[in-house]
């Protein structure tokens, strides 16, 4: 019988695949739709219509998603949890200034999907890929935290490490980028604080 863990990484193998079956269509000069990505991906039409329900959403993820980089690499060398997170933040943050028309408008199709389709829908659209780097940034902590407070704060550091935060400070905050990244910053530290993650000098193991 599977396991949960096992079928989160199915899910996110089918997920991955269908992306790279359209960046190969895109390449090709076809048009991408999700029966053929689907076909190219050698994937049942109707599970990648459960992954996504558009070939605009299709299109917009497989492109963004070739600027993501592993959480592996983006936290290399870094010595605390603390400065695991900001890492992980300020490359999520870069993504969204570097591709920020994309990003909105993926968030608008999302949006759509989840007024015509149904929030479960809208959210099978999203690969969730900040709040798995995020785990792998608080990993060293999972054990100080405990599963409760682990949970709540990757969460909420996910609210603030994406496109949607950014379209609420510069929008109706009237914010430019470099005081929406200070905005965010500012929230990001809290909460390590809060936690009791804002030390300069790594002792997770010392809460265990």
């Not at 990648?48 to 998603?65: G, P, Q």
């Not at 490359?91 to 028309?101: C, G, M, N, V």
């Not at 609420?168 to 500012?186: Q, V």
């Amino acid at each position: 019988m599977q396991t949960e863990g096992g079928r989160l990484k199915q899910k996110a193998r089918t997920r991955r695949d269908l992306l790279e079956a359209a960046r190969r269509l895109v390449e090709r000069g076809e048009t991408v739709t999700v029966p053929a990505a689907a076909d190219e991906a050698g994937i049942s039409r109707a599970t990648a219509y459960r992954y996504f329900s558009n070939a605009d959403i299709l299109t917009l993820e497989s492109v963004l998603d070739l600027q993501v980089l592993p959480a592996e690499d983006v936290i290399a060398g870094a010595s605390t949890v603390r400065e695991r997170v900001m890492r992980v933040h300020r490359h999520l943050i870069d993504l969204t200034r570097t591709a920020e028309p994309q990003f909105r408008l993926f968030l608008a199709r999302t949006l759509d999907a989840s007024v015509n389709e149904g929030a479960a829908k809208a959210r099978a659209l999203r690969g969730g890929r900040r709040v798995a780097m995020l785990e792998v940034a608080l990993e060293p902590a999972r054990t100080k935290l405990g599963k409760a407070s682990f949970r709540t704060l990757v969460n909420a550091l996910s609210a603030v490490s994406g496109i949607e935060a950014g379209v609420a400070l510069k929008d109706a905050c009237a914010l430019n980028n470099e005081d929406a990244d200070r905005a965010t910053t500012a929230i990001v530290e809290a909460l390590l604080a809060r936690y009791g993650l804002d030390a300069e000098t790594d002792d997770t193991s010392s809460g265990a």
